[in-house]
């Protein structure tokens, strides 16, 4: 099944995403979060390529054990601006021949001291969408950057990037993560005016720890609230309490979402099952309601 269909179905679905070991001793320690993850019924579950694609060899054994073995969508991601363009043709063969129907396309992280773009490689994710299109019938979906791309100076440039992406054959979206929801809301109106109107997914992250909040604003520039920055101050040098207020957090979020409307979600829980339970968990009369 291709998540555009989950995605148009009626009700609400929530998504998660998990990462690939950075070594294959943590294989299993990976596939045990998962097995939980999937126990929530999730919409589907992602999984991440890895800086650099570092991580990358891992991304389809898992895909296809969330498929396969738990019967749960799986979204396989894909970059390429560390990979050749025959390297990323072989992925998505291989990705085809698993039957995995669901791609993320996306540039990627460059990795330090390359020459890029070079004309081996593809130089924007517009271009990996276009190639993945010519493999065979996938689902394909983007990034979108709400609060605006690293790399551009202009908000109007993003969206017209953006608009180029999707008209390559997007079929979904799936934002950075946000921590104000009035950024979320300012942006679909703004790319719903320049005719985006495929389906778009908020990604909430649950920040439970001081140090994945500065992680977390290395790797997107994302910019907290006061809001957050107090409970950052209140409860960052207590684990428990940070991890609490965290989760609480971005319930809040959700649960504003939900009231506005929005009918997919997709959580930033990475390989942490029991975030992703506790937030399901809050969740759960609002969502049958």
């Given at each position: 099944m291709k998540i555009i269909d989950r995605l148009n179905e009626d009700g609400i679905h929530i998504s998660f995403e998990v990462f690939p070991p950075k070594t294959d001793e943590g294989f299993d320690k990976v596939i045990s979060a998962v097995d939980e993850i999937a126990t929530l019924n999730p919409a589907f579950i992602s999984v991440t390529y890895g800086a650099g694609g570092g991580t990358s060899k891992n991304t389809a054994r898992i895909a296809s054990h969330i498929k396969d073995d738990l019967n749960v969508l799986s979204l396989a991601h894909l970059t390429c601006a560390s990979s050749t363009k025959e390297e990323v043709r072989k992925v998505i063969g291989n990705l085809k021949e698993l039957g995995i129907d669901n791609i993320l396309a996306l540039r990627g992280d460059i990795p330090?001291?390359?020459?890029?773009?070079?004309?081996?490689?593809?130089?924007?994710?517009?271009?990996?969408?276009?190639?993945?299109?010519?493999?065979?019938?996938?689902?394909?979906?983007?990034?979108?950057?709400?609060?605006?791309?690293?790399?551009?100076?202009?908000?109007?440039?993003?969206?017209?990037?953006?608009?180029?992406?999707?008209?390559?054959g997007v079929d979904f979206l799936t934002t950075q993560m946000f921590f104000d929801n009035d950024i979320h809301y300012n942006?679909?109106?703004?790319?719903?005016?320049?005719?985006?109107?495929?389906?778009?997914?908020?990604?909430?992250?649950?920040?439970?720890?001081?140090?994945?909040?500065?992680?977390?604003?290395?790797?997107?520039?994302?910019?907290?609230?006061?809001?957050?920055?107090?409970?950052?101050?209140?409860?960052?040098?207590?684990?428990?309490?940070?991890?609490?207020?965290?989760?609480?957090?971005?319930?809040?979020?959700?649960?504003?979402?939900?009231?506005?409307?929005?009918?997919?979600?997709?959580?930033?829980?990475?390989?942490?099952?029991?975030?992703?339970?506790?937030?399901?968990?809050?969740?759960?009369?609002?969502?049958?309601?």
């Open positions: 330090p001291g390359m020459d890029f773009p070079d004309t081996d490689r593809f130089r924007f994710a517009y271009e990996l969408v276009e190639e993945i299109r010519k493999h065979g019938d996938f689902c394909i979906g983007a990034a979108c950057y709400p609060e605006g791309h690293v790399e551009n100076e202009h908000k109007s440039d993003d969206i017209r990037y953006l608009k180029q992406k999707v008209d390559s942006f679909l109106y703004r790319i719903r005016e320049a005719g985006i109107t495929v389906p778009v997914l908020p990604g909430i992250m649950p920040i439970t720890s001081a140090s994945q909040m500065k992680k977390s604003q290395e790797l997107s520039g994302t910019v907290f609230p006061r809001r957050f920055l107090a409970i950052l101050d209140r409860f960052g040098s207590s684990p428990a309490a940070m991890r609490q207020a965290g989760i609480a957090y971005a319930t809040d979020q959700i649960i504003d979402l939900l009231a506005n409307g929005v009918r997919n979600i997709h959580i930033y829980s990475m390989n942490k099952p029991d975030i992703a339970a506790a937030i399901m968990k809050n969740l759960s009369e609002i969502i049958k309601a």
